[in-house]
């Protein structure tokens, strides 16, 4: 059974920084695609970015220059680096994977960008 569990969100000030991890089981992690969403009140979820098999990454416009989204794959991680953070970003952050038909999703991790 495919689990997705992610952690790192918390309180940050306008500006700062923060690094998000998802930790998968119960896949072969290193041969599928990830990616993180996020979810604000109110508002439909969005790809925030996402990352191959093989590495290569994607962006919505809003975050390039700003996020990074990398993969360990001797660990089944993968990460999101988030640096100077807004406000409107304020949401619950999701992992994600699709393995054929099935879209798997964490339980989200909280994120709070606020002074």
């Known amino acids: 059974q495919v689990q997705l569990v992610e952690s790192g969100g918390g309180l940050v000030q306008p500006g700062g920084s923060l690094r998000l991890s998802c930790v998968a089981s119960?896949?072969?992690?290193?041969?599928?695609?990830m990616g993180w969403y996020r979810q604000a009140p109110g508002s439909q979820r969005e790809l925030v970015a996402g990352?191959?098999?093989?590495?290569?990454?994607n962006y919505v416009d809003s975050v390039k220059g700003r996020f990074t989204i990398s993969r360990e794959n001797r660990n089944n991680t993968v990460f999101l680096q988030m640096t100077s953070l807004k406000p409107d970003e304020t949401a619950v952050y999701y992992c994600?994977?699709?393995?054929?038909?099935?879209?798997?999703w964490g339980q989200g991790t909280q994120v709070t960008v606020s002074s």
């Open positions: 990352i191959t098999s093989g590495g290569i990454t």
């Open positions: 994600n994977t699709r393995i054929g038909r099935s879209n798997y």
């Open positions: 119960g896949m072969f992690f290193s041969i599928y695609g």
